[in-house]
């Protein structure tokens, strides 16, 4: 397929291009669909900013009377809370069978499907008062708990959704055309290549800098002296979506606790940049020793153990494989 040469909706573009071989490829595809359709109210909202009453009323959905806090104990903006309720309602209410939903809004909720699905709702929800570029994360994980699809959709000057699976990564772009006869869709822009440079890109390093250890900052100087730009916002979506277009690195160190949690946002990334032939790091720092672990090293998550470890932490890097493997040359 010629990457400019269709613009077909999502859901054609998943039948075409999801083998019959693949298992319960319909029950995936509902899934992905049910999920993207529901980010369309999301970026109404965000739009709307904290003043989202509309679409509480139309989607009966209550306003939060209380401080919720997330796992880190966190305040939780009110767009975090309602976009993890108008996705979760969109599934609940839907055909979709799951084995279960799980989000840092929420304890998992439990199904009987075959599919488990991990949703972090706003990633870089603190951006959303100062109009900077936030997304929601998600990874689909088959019956043995191994993750099988991740996509995002970032909601910028835009909203676009990208998608991995089967070895392909795939971006499309949400038309809301005023002669549009239908409702709002993501159309097919382009399949995804990451570059893969060791010089000349961008690196986005976050953590508390005053807490790193000396590989940490000699890392971040090896990067700076090979001409990588500081592109850093807060937005693990946000950044991640620019490595995708021009290559470089994330980077989230442990300074001294590691906050970035791995089956909400890790994972799902680090199956899009695996699929796009880059890498993805795990790094822990535990007693002045380094241990780091790759995405395979990871316990499958599954029905049974959703709920034990669903919030689990590591710090990281992943981006393009060879500016990933000069951390391994420290």
Known sequence: MNAKSEKIKLSRWLERYIPHSFPNKGEIIEIIETIAEATIPVRGLLERGITSREIEHRMNIKRPTYDSKNIFEE?????????HSIILKALNEGNVSFSFIASEESEPVLGDGTFGITIDPVDGSSNVAV??????????????????????????IFTNLVLAINGKVAEFILDTSPYSMTFYHYVFQELKIMPNKEEKSIRCVGGDITQWIDKYKNYEKLLMNRRF???????????????????????????????????????????????????FIALEYLNKKEKIKYIEDFEPLKR??????????????????????LYLTL
């Open 75 to 83: 305040t939780q903006i009110h767009e975090d809370i309602l976009t």
């Open 131 to 156: 109009n900077r570029t936030v997304g929601t994360i998600v990874g689909i994980y088959n019956e043995m708990g191994k993750i099988v699809c991740g996509f995002y959709v970032l909601y910028g």
């Open 229 to 279: 730009k500081d592109r850093y916002s807060g937005s693990f979506v946000g950044d991640f979506h620019a490595i995708v277009n021009y290559g470089g690195i994330y980077a989230y160190f442990p300074s001294p606790n590691p906050k970035i949690r791995v089956y909400y946002e890790w994972l799902p990334l680090a199956f899009i940049t695996k699929s796009l032939e880059g890498e």
């Open 304 to 325: 049974d153990n959703v709920k034990k470890i669903h919030s689990l932490t590591y710090g990281g890097i992943l981006g393009s494989k060879k500016a990933v493997d």
